[in-house]
């Protein structure tokens, strides 16, 4: 059966080689730019991935400030401040060790990180 239009793949080819080479070559280096970044981004799955998913059925921060324990900040110094915080953690955390379903209960300090991927931020 011969071809009715006259186009042919393989004529295209042979009289274009120069334009065929350059398409094969941008379309292997965007294969490979795709897989490259699907590299650096399943790096960056699999550290989010137990922060984000695992890390919350596990643990429940809470943030107790002095408004929260019941304290005036303005009418202590800051001795007496850290005092008084201390000893109304200490029974929050007795109060909330007595729940059903709690197993420890830690202070913990909070402080901004940040976690840097392989390419960008």
Do not use: H, W
């Not at 550290?47 to 059925?57: A, D, N, R, V």
């Amino acid at each position: 059966m011969k071809n009715v239009s006259g186009l042919s793949a393989v004529r295209f080819v042979k009289n274009n080689k120069r334009k065929v080479s350059v398409i094969i070559a941008a379309l292997t280096i965007c294969i490979m730019a795709l897989y490259i970044v699907n590299f650096m981004l399943q790096s960056i799955k699999e550290t989010f991935k137990p922060l984000c998913f695992e890390q919350p059925k596990k643990v429940i921060f809470i943030q107790l400030g002095t408004s929260a324990l019941g304290i005036d900040a303005s009418s202590y110094t800051q001795d007496e401040l850290n005092e008084k915080v201390n000893e109304a953690r200490e029974k929050a955390k007795e109060t909330m060790e007595s729940m059903p379903g709690v197993k420890k209960v830690y202070f913990s300090q909070c402080i901004n990180s940040v976690i840097n991927a392989c390419v960008g931020q």
